[in-house]
């Protein structure tokens, strides 16, 4: 993909989503970074679940905390390594609070020092929080990366290197969310929709289908 397909795949997506959001329900930065955290390996739909009878009960560091290990599980046990991840919010809530006056910090250093807490994660808080123009690469982006011709890499990295560097810098807060959402609804594993794709005459994938 060359850099006139690269602006003309991002406008397309920009007119057709101009404020893209994440599908993860929060109302807090903590809430953002807990429901992150809970999301890996599972649906942004099943964690929403799980939040939406965990973030009443607590949803702050110190609630977290006074809720324990045990008390978290009960209220995430719906989605995938419940055990791990209740543990691993119980201890990030634990840090935040010893360490960082119970506010999530802003530092990218800071945050994959969590528990739980990846690149991955840290880019999700960081653009969706405080718009910084990261790229965080799931399944869906490493897909779309690497089918479309936009950033072909062998690694998660590799990928969000290449994004980093090809995407223009007026889309470079919200292709994050473009992305993941193409990849989610209509650039899919199986069965891509290209038939139904606004950007496939921008994309370099080969085998297109005539799925809509």
Partial sequence: MNSDAIKRFFVTLRDANPQPASELEYSSVF?????????????????????????????????????????????????????????????????????????????????????????????????????????????????VGNRTGLAPGRTPYEVEMKLLARIPAEFAKDAHHWLILHGRYVCQARKPRCRACAVADCCDFDAKTDQA
Avoid: M
């Fill in 31 to 143: 809430e953002l970074l807990a429901a992150v955290l809970l999301s890996a390996q599972a649906t942004d739909v099943g964690v929403n679940k799980a939040t939406r009878r965990l973030f009443p009960v607590a949803n702050t560091p110190a609630k977290i905390v006074a809720l324990g290990v045990e008390g978290v599980e009960a209220y995430i046990r719906t989605i995938g390594l419940f055990r791990n991840k209740a543990k691993n919010l119980v201890a990030t809530a634990q840090i935040l609070l010893d360490q960082h006056g119970g506010q999530v910090p802003r530092s990218r250093e800071a945050l994959e020092a969590l528990p739980g807490v990846g690149r991955k994660t840290a880019n999700v808080v960081l653009n969706v929080a405080w718009g910084e123009p990261t790229c965080a690469v799931d399944t869906h982006i490493f897909r």
